[in-house]
């Protein structure tokens, strides 16, 4: 079971990821979370950071999918204008709604970005998904159930540490 919580790949932030890499290794979709992978939680517009990186994969020919447990209103707001597709209430680490956007894509070509072990990390790989885990950008802005999911998310680092299974640096400080 703990391997569910093992990323593939592990970085400080999005703008970490080598998306030529990706492209390499036969990725074409992105799928990521929005609230503190993209932005904080409480930046409601993307940044114009995320804007060049979003424009970048674009070019690089990625389709980008955000996948979000947050309402509706608060997804459509910060993909209005974007070249991506947005799915709100994504109900992580639940398979069911994933895996319906899922099935519209070849799953070996898919990556999945997210800051939780809880939700995004799990979530995918149940579903068979390439995952890269990213610190959160801005933890004192997260929702009360993610503040949950991240006091759950320390008892399986350290269930993780004793198996001697990998971590990012940042979760090994904890």
């Known amino acids: 079971m703990l391997h569910y919580f093992v990323a593939d790949d592990y ?25 503190n992978t ?47 597709t947005a799915h709100h209430k994504a109900l992580k680490p639940l398979k069911l709604k994933m895996g319906r956007v899922l099935k519209k894509y070849d ?15 799990l979530v995918a790989k149940r579903l068979g998904l390439y995952t890269i885990l990213v610190e959160p950008i801005n933890l004192s802005s997260d929702e009360n159930s993610t ?10 680092i350290n269930k993780l540490k004793k198996q001697q299974l990998p971590i990012p640096t940042y979760l090994n400080q904890k």
Do not use: W
Request: cysteine-free; proline content about 2%.
């Open 147 to 156: 503040k949950i999911n991240r006091k759950l998310e320390r008892y399986i």
């Open 107 to 121: 799953k070996s070509q898919v990556v999945m970005i997210g800051d939780q072990l809880m939700t995004d990390v």
């Open 38 to 84: 993209l932005v904080g939680a409480t930046t409601q517009s993307p940044t114009p950071e995320i804007i060049a990186f979003l424009k970048e994969a674009n070019a690089l020919g990625f389709e980008i999918v955000i996948v979000s447990n947050n309402k509706k209103e608060r997804v459509a707001y910060f993909a209005q204008g974007l070249t991506l």
């Open 11 to 35: 970085g400080k932030d999005v703008f970490e990821i080598d998306l030529k890499k990706l492209k390499k290794t036969g990725k074409k979709v992105i799928f990521t979370d929005l609230d």
